[in-house]
């Protein structure tokens, strides 16, 4: 089927009390494997490329690989921006078939913020585009981005209310402990904050840095309300491990198709694990 609007099934979920796993990926082989792993397990899936993938594959590229692949889907498939800056290339996402975007400038003081994301709503839903925007501050590095720990800042409730009021997104991406990239120690997220923003918005609520998180908190994540989970580090580490591996075993493989083929059955595994973690096996059904 064509990509879809995220919200046509993030809604449903948010109301059944479970979460979309999203996956940020870079090229074919991670598209593959993330949409592979949701068709086994009946899920439908946000696949992710942040402005860095898109410098990488180039827009055209990674859109026409993810639009194919959902065409060939037998699941709802949504193509997302993650952590755009840039009004511009919010634009050109748009042009290339992405069906949500996320407009980060949540580093603005926050009148400036609002402004932003408000200019980015009312142009993308005149076409049918969902939003996603973020309050508080997501520490760690994803890409070129980067939040040190004296940066990163807790979304407070009542601005979270007044937030999504006066932008009108569609999901808010909130900062209650969670990180990108891999942790030193055992994450502990700010569960009362969560169900206090939560109570405070209508929208659903998006666990950014979700790679590394125990199990236990994610469920708790998802009892108290978060709706859609991204997961990219967890990706990464057992595509270069399958990989590494690979040439530890066979040191003269030169194929291709032989590397990247045990990167992608390792990513897909991963995808389907936490798909079911997030409660989403089956859920393609009841849409
Ligand atoms: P991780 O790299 O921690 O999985 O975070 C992914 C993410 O939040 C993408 O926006």
């Known amino acids: 089927?064509?990509?879809?609007?995220?919200?046509?099934f993030i809604k449903k979920a948010q109301q059944?009390?479970?979460?979309?796993?999203?996956?940020?990926?870079?090229?074919?082989?991670?598209?593959?494997?993330?949409?592979?792993?949701?068709?086994?397990e009946k899920?439908?899936?946000?696949?992710?490329?942040?402005?860095?993938?898109?410098?990488?594959?180039?827009?055209?590229?990674i859109s026409a690989i993810v639009r194919a692949a959902a065409e060939k889907c037998s699941v709802p498939v949504a193509l997302h921006v993650d952590h755009c800056k840039s009004f511009e290339t919010i634009i050109q996402c748009i042009r290339n078939g992405y069906t949500s975007v996320m407009i980060d400038t949540a580093h603005?003081?926050?009148?400036?913020?609002?402004?932003?994301?408000k200019k980015v709503v009312e142009i993308a839903h005149c076409v049918g585009i969902a939003v996603e925007g973020e309050l508080g501050r997501i520490g760690g590095t994803?890409?070129?981005?980067?939040?040190?720990?004296?940066?990163?800042?807790?979304?407070?409730p009542a601005e979270a209310k007044d937030f999504v009021d006066r932008t009108?997104?569609?999901?808010?991406?909130?900062?209650?402990?969670t990180a990108h990239g891999e942790y030193k120690g055992e994450p502990r997220l700010d569960f009362e904050?969560?169900?206090?923003?939560?109570?405070?918005?209508?929208?659903?609520?998006?666990?950014?840095?979700?790679?590394?998180?125990p199990d236990y908190q994610i469920k708790e994540s998802l009892r108290r309300g978060i709706s859609k989970i991204n997961i990219a580090t967890e990706l990464k580490i057992p595509m270069a491990y399958a990989i590494k591996k690979c040439f530890e075993e066979k040191p003269n493989e030169n194929d291709p198709r032989n590397y990247m083929g045990s990167a992608k059955n390792a990513v897909r595994e991963v995808v389907r694990r936490k798909i079911r973690l997030c409660g989403g096996t089956n859920f393609a059904d009841e849409l």
């Open 193 to 213: 904050r969560l169900s206090a923003i939560r109570e405070a918005v209508d929208c659903p609520l998006i666990l950014h840095g979700a790679s590394g998180i």
């Open 16 to 40: 059944k009390g479970i979460g979309i796993a999203s996956f940020n990926v870079h090229n074919l082989e991670t598209v593959q494997a993330v949409i592979e792993g949701a068709e086994a």
């Open 1 to 8: 089927m064509s990509l879809v609007n995220p919200m046509e």
């Open 142 to 156: 994803e890409d070129d981005l980067s939040v040190d720990e004296r940066t990163a800042t807790f979304t407070v």
């Open 108 to 117: 603005l003081p926050y009148d400036e913020n609002i402004a932003m994301v």
């Open 43 to 61: 899920c439908p899936v946000i696949i992710q490329t942040t402005p860095g993938t898109l410098n990488h594959a180039g827009i055209e590229y």
């Open 168 to 177: 009108d997104i569609d999901m808010l991406a909130i900062a209650i402990g």
